[in-house]
């Protein structure tokens, strides 16, 4: 079955970096496009950026153009995302997601705080 496993998240001082990972499993990564998202305390879920099957095509919301870099490792199995510059309102729970049929992970934690 499909699986999404994220990883990465933590507490990280305004200014720092985190570099987020998504492990796949249960169909062949390479074909699907992919999308991390994120859910701050008690606002609605957002997107952060997407990336075609091959990795040659991303795009991202405007609030991360530029601090976050999205990519993925088709032999890993495995989709990124390098956030650097962060802020306090990156806080949030962060998700990966498969775009065809909405197949989730179970999301991981960043909090942006000194």
């Known amino acids: 079955q499909v699986q999404l496993v994220e990883s990465g998240g933590g507490l990280v001082q305004p200014g720092g970096s985190l570099r987020l990972s998504c492990v796949a499993s249960?169909?062949?990564?390479?074909?699907?496009?992919m999308r991390w998202y994120r859910q701050a305390p008690g606002k609605e879920r957002e997107w952060v950026a997407d990336?075609?099957?091959?990795?040659?095509?991303?795009s991202y919301a405007d609030s991360v153009k530029g601090r976050f870099t999205i990519s993925r490792d088709n032999a890993k199995n495995t989709m990124y995302l390098q956030m650097n510059s962060l802020k306090p309102e990156d806080t949030a729970v962060y998700y990966c997601?498969?775009?065809?049929?909405?197949?989730w992970g179970q999301g991981t934690q960043v909090t942006v705080s000194s």
């Open positions: 990336i075609n099957g091959p990795g040659s095509s991303t």
């Open positions: 249960g169909f062949t990564f390479s074909l699907y496009y």
């Open positions: 997601m498969r775009v065809a049929n909405n197949y």
